[in-house]
């Protein structure tokens, strides 16, 4: 299984930016996935979850309310839209996948079994 994330790049404060991630091999339409983020000199952070069995969406409380995370089953690609980028928001965006029903464990990096490269997210005020 491969996880290729793209969309990154330089974001105005306020502005809106779509984060993709194509995975390839497996059964896509069976996976959890979720994206994480980091940056220098942090921990890896939670951002966002789907689940495949009943589409539920988790997110953390930095990404609540202005991130969306959605997946196309057809295109074998789930997506981050961000919407009102803060600085904060800087980091290396990470995509992962899981065959695992996680449910309240979607959040914990330790449940998924494979993970894209990342992608750069700037945020400029």
């Known amino acids: 299984v491969q996880l290729q994330a793209s969309g990154g790049g330089l974001v105005q404060a306020g502005d809106f930016l779509t984060l993709s991630c194509v995975v390839s091999?497996?059964?896509?339409?069976?996976?959890?996935l979720g994206w994480f983020r980091q940056a220098p000199g942090k921990e890896r952070e939670f951002v966002a979850a789907i689940t495949w069995n009943d589409g539920r969406t988790y997110y953390g409380d930095s990404s609540k309310g202005r991130f969306t995370i959605s997946r196309d089953n057809a295109k074998n690609t789930v997506y981050l839209q961000m919407n009102n980028p803060k600085r904060e928001d800087t980091a290396v965006y990470y995509c992962?996948?899981?065959?695992?029903?996680?449910?309240?464990?979607?959040?914990?990096?330790?449940?998924?079994?494979?993970w894209g490269q990342g992608t750069q997210v700037t945020v400029s005020s």
């Open positions: 091999g497996g059964t896509f339409s069976r996976y959890t």
């Open positions: 992962a996948s899981t065959v695992r029903l996680l449910g309240r464990n979607a959040p914990f990096g330790r449940y998924y079994d494979y």
